[in-house]
Nanobody, 117 residues
Framework: QVQLVESGGGLVQTGGSLRLSCAAS????????MGWYRQAPGKQRELVAT???????NYLDSVKGRFTISRVNAKNTVYLQMNTLKPDDTAVYYC???????????WGQGTQVTVSS
């Protein structure tokens, strides 16, 4: 069973930075597309960034140029570096894994990111 543990959220001022981490266990990490999603109060969950097994990345338009997703397969970990944070980035951020063969999805417990104006 895949388990995900997120860390790195917190409170930061506008313009600040945070790095989120998601450590996975229970499977062969390299066979998963990794992603970060977020959900703000009263809004639907949205995709923030993904990274494929080959390292191809994709970003939500509003975070392009500010956020960077990366993965270290040897550590079973995916990161989200968030720079120049804005109040609109305030949300609970969730780590997601999707198996490239079965398409099974796994979610982390979420970590709160709050950006003060």
């Amino acid at each position: 069973q895949v388990q995900l543990v997120e860390s790195g959220g917190g409170l930061v001022q506008t313009g600040g930075s945070l790095r989120l981490s998601c450590a996975a266990s229970g499977s062969t990490f390299k066979f998963y597309t990794m992603g970060w999603y977020r959900q703000a109060p009263g809004k639907q969950r949205e995709l923030v960034a993904t990274i494929t097994t080959g390292g191809t990345t994709n970003y939500l338009d509003s975070v392009k140029g500010r956020f960077t997703i990366s993965r270290v397969n040897a550590k079973n970990t995916v990161y989200l570096q968030m720079n120049t944070l804005k109040p609109d980035d305030t949300a609970v951020y969730y780590c997601n894994l999707e198996n490239i063969w079965s398409k099974n999805n796994y979610w982390g417990q979420g970590t709160q990111v709050t950006v003060s104006s």
